[in-house]
């Protein structure tokens, strides 16, 4: 598949997370802890994720973005 395939496959988002195919597979069945499901199309027993699925959910589950967006509290300022 093209570098820039707006389908991916299981070995290709394996490739951009930096983890195993076993690890992405988990995700999208939703069993990694700390993180929604990664959504998928399902083509029979294979699996492929939309680039912009992926990216969406990269912004959902990132804990520097979650960050950004809390509100800092004020207690203790005068």
């Known amino acids: 598949m093209p570098q820039n395939s707006e389908i991916l496959t299981i070995v290709e988002v394996a490739a951009l997370l930096g ?14 802890a700390g993180v929604s499901r990664l959504p ?5 027993r ?4 939309r680039r912009q699925s992926l990216e969406g959910w990269l912004a959902q589950n990132d804990p520097a ?11 203790g300022t005068p």
């Open 19 to 32: 983890c195993s195919k076993a690890h992405v597979c988990k995700a999208i069945k939703g069993h990694v």
């Open 40 to 44: 998928a199309i399902s083509m029979g």
């Open 46 to 49: 294979r699996k492929l994720v």
């Open 65 to 75: 973005s979650r960050d950004a967006m809390l509100v800092p509290s004020h207690k």
